[in-house]
């Protein structure tokens, strides 16, 4: 268990809706990363939140968006759902974007189908 | 642009010894991760290298040749729960993203 906790582990939906994906970091660490990854495409990387701030982007569509909060989880929102938005959805964080200190605890992931 | 490579697939059999290459070319270096997947599961972090050299743990060990873009992941000893995925992954030089390669599979048979 690496103390990062994602709701839910499982989505189904149809395309054209939006969903939202909940993130809690481990306790003590304020950055935050979400990751797709799709069998094709290997792990993306999103976007990254640092103690409540965007702080860099990544091949993140316009359709996706995301905030941290003062608490320090995160949500992605995916909107206009397409079914090559199928995917599972990872968020990690850290203690520190810099150097040794971004390893990445990695979340269980979830797992949107998009039908 | 930024570009990692793996190969895509490796097999090995149980208790020998195999080395996952990885070869970068990125915008700015800030250190190189080695993370392990197995199959619907979360990446777990083995190994960060960030001077040149070997960094041993255990049965892995992980090298870096920062003037080749060069870095292999070495696994002794296998064992058959060590097939999974074995992703390498380079952080820029500012620490705001950290690209992944799409992996290598290794299957390890008894």
């Given at each position: 268990?690496?103390?990062?906790?994602?709701?839910?582990?499982?989505?189904?939906?149809?395309?054209?809706?939006?969903?939202?994906?909940?993130?809690?970091?481990?306790?003590?660490?304020?950055s935050?990363?979400?990751?797709?990854?799709?069998?094709?495409?290997?792990?993306?990387?999103?976007?990254?939140?640092?103690?409540?701030?965007?702080?860099?982007?990544?091949?993140?569509?316009?359709?996706?968006?995301?905030?941290?909060?003062?608490?320090?989880?995160?949500e992605?929102?995916?909107?206009?759902?397409?079914?090559?938005?199928?995917?599972?959805?990872?968020?990690?964080?850290?203690?520190?974007?810099?150097?040794?200190?971004?390893?990445?605890?990695?979340?269980?992931?979830?797992?949107?189908?998009?039908? | 642009?930024?570009?990692?490579?793996?190969?895509?697939?490796?097999?090995?059999?149980?208790?020998?010894?195999?080395?996952?290459?990885?070869?970068?070319?990125?915008?700015?270096?800030?250190?190189?991760?080695?993370?392990?997947?197995?199959?619907?599961?979360?990446?777990?972090?083995?190994?960060?290298?960030?001077?040149?050299?070997?960094?041993?743990?255990?049965?892995?060990?992980?090298?870096?040749?920062?003037?080749?873009?060069?870095?292999?992941?070495?696994?002794k000893?296998?064992?058959?729960?060590?097939?999974?995925?074995?992703?390498?992954?380079?952080l820029?030089?500012?620490?705001?993203a950290?690209?992944?390669?799409?992996?290598?599979?290794?299957?390890?048979?008894?």
């Open positions: 268990d690496s103390g990062v906790t994602q709701t839910p582990k499982h989505l189904i939906t149809a395309t054209g809706q939006r969903v939202t994906l909940r993130c809690s970091p481990r306790s003590g660490d304020l935050v990363y979400w990751y797709q990854q799709s069998l094709d495409q290997g792990l993306q990387f999103l976007i990254q939140y640092y103690n409540g701030e965007e702080r860099a982007k990544g091949n993140i569509l316009e359709r996706f968006s995301a905030q941290q909060f003062p608490d320090l989880h995160s992605l929102n995916l909107s206009s759902l397409e079914l090559g938005d199928s995917a599972l959805y990872f968020c990690a964080s850290s203690v520190d974007p810099s150097g040794r200190a971004n390893e990445q605890f990695f979340g269980p992931g979830t797992r949107l189908t998009v039908l | 642009g930024q570009n990692i490579d793996q190969p895509t697939e490796m097999t090995a059999t149980e208790g020998a010894i195999v080395q996952i290459n990885c070869t970068y070319q990125t915008s700015g270096f800030n250190g190189l991760f080695w993370y392990q997947q197995h199959a619907g599961e979360a990446p777990t972090f083995l190994s960060y290298n960030v001077l040149d050299g070997l960094e041993e743990k255990g049965r892995f060990s992980s090298f870096l040749s920062r003037s080749k873009g060069y870095s292999y992941l070495l696994l000893e296998l064992q058959m729960k060590d097939s999974a995925s074995y992703l390498c992954a380079v820029n030089q500012a620490g705001t950290l690209i992944f390669g799409k992996g290598t599979t290794l299957s390890v048979s008894s």
